[in-house]
């Protein structure tokens, strides 16, 4: 049996069981083609592997990708010490939050 065939009765098994009486709604898997963001996303990414590549070959030093940007070995490390720490949690906020997450969840939603 062919593969045209084996499609061919497939579709017609279905279009029968769609014509039974008393059959409830079933939802269908539907793949959907990826969407102008996400191929955007994905050309981005890909140029930024590009852009990595191509200042490492023209410097003849390993780059590396941080936010976006091709940095040497040491950029990164200037980068690095530049960042701030942050500060430490503070526990009456995030009790506070916690209490209204609370309250939210209590409310009734009309």
Known sequence: MSFSEHLDN?????????????QSYKRKHVIQD???????REALAKAQEEASL?????TKLPHYRINGRCVTDN????????????APANPERIAYIEQLRKSLKL????
Do not use: C, D, M, Y
């Open 75 to 86: 950029e990164a490390h200037a980068l690095h010490q530049l960042e701030t720490a942050s």
């Open 54 to 58: 191509q200042a490492t070959v023209e």
């Open 107 to 110: 409310k009734k939603r009309s």
């Open 34 to 40: 990826p969407t102008n963001q996400s191929l955007a």
């Open 10 to 22: 497939f579709i017609k098994q279905r279009e029968q069981q769609g014509q039974a009486p008393g």
